[in-house]
């Protein structure tokens, strides 16, 4: 079965410094990944997502997260954060077989960013 | 693309009475998906249709509730008797296939 483990349900950094949320997974088959961003009282957004080819993935709003297969993570970084990154955000595996679609959610971590 | 659409956004309700929650989902999607999500969770799968065929539901689904999508386009989850535990936000969400999900901002249900 899958599952997703997110380190740290809090993470604070200042503006301009580096982004680093942790995401690790557990996956008995090859394992479609996805971030999602949530805004205060908003479903969720798609930052970005890993199936197959590259392992270095680009996404919204200068994001990017890698999967590292022999590590079981896919960590969501940005090179310098911007006040209005500060939201909720969600690592999220498909369960089973890619077919359903269907997301298996880590617990989330709030980012602050302080001025 | 209008999004997903979900209403009401909120709902405050007394336990025991029923509510009905509707979710319109990208027009060109065929698949659509119900999660909960409390308070400092990650969303939780509840239900998924293909088209207007519910195939599959989870365990967190208890009797209580049901969900439909009678023409394959909008979907309702209806919650009967509703119970103080049963307070969270319900997301909904489609895709076209495999693509990823698009949800919507979601209806906060609280049960008083």
């Known amino acids: 079965a899958q599952s997703v483990t997110q380190l740290g349900s809090h993470v604070s950094v200042s503006e301009g410094a580096l982004v680093l949320l942790r995401c690790n997974y557990s996956?008995?088959?090859?394992?479609?990944l996805f971030w999602y961003v949530q805004y205060p009282n908003q479903g969720l957004q798609l930052l970005l997502k890993?199936?197959?080819?590259?392992?270095l993935v680009k996404g919204i709003n200068g994001f990017e997260a890698e999967f590292k297969k022999s590590e079981t993570s896919f960590h969501l970084t940005k090179p310098s954060a911007h006040m209005s990154d500060a939201a909720e955000y969600f690592c999220?595996?498909?369960?089973?077989?890619?077919?359903?679609?269907?997301?298996?959610f880590g617990q989330g971590t709030t980012l602050q960013v302080k001025p | 693309d209008t999004g997903v659409s979900q209403d009401p956004r909120h709902k405050i309700t007394k336990r025991g009475q029923n509510v009905t929650f509707r979710c319109d989902p990208i027009?060109?999607?065929?698949?659509l998906y119900w999660y909960r999500q409390t308070l400092g969770q990650g969303p939780e799968f509840l239900t998924y249709?293909?088209?207007?065929?519910?195939?599959?539901k989870s365990r967190l689904l208890s009797d209580r509730f049901s969900a439909e999508r009678p023409k394959g386009s909008f979907s309702t989850l209806e919650i009967q008797r509703t119970e103080q535990g049963d307070s969270a936000m319900y997301l909904c969400?489609?895709?076209?296939?495999?693509?990823?999900?698009?949800f919507g901002n979601g209806t906060r249900l609280t049960v008083t």
């Open positions: 969400a489609s895709s076209f296939e495999n693509s990823p999900l698009h």
């Open positions: 996956s008995s088959v090859p394992p479609y």
């Open positions: 890993y199936t197959t080819g590259a392992t």
């Open positions: 999220a595996v498909i369960h089973g077989s890619s077919n359903t679609g269907k997301l298996i």
């Open positions: 027009s060109e999607h065929n698949r």
């Open positions: 249709f293909q088209n207007e065929a519910q195939l599959e």
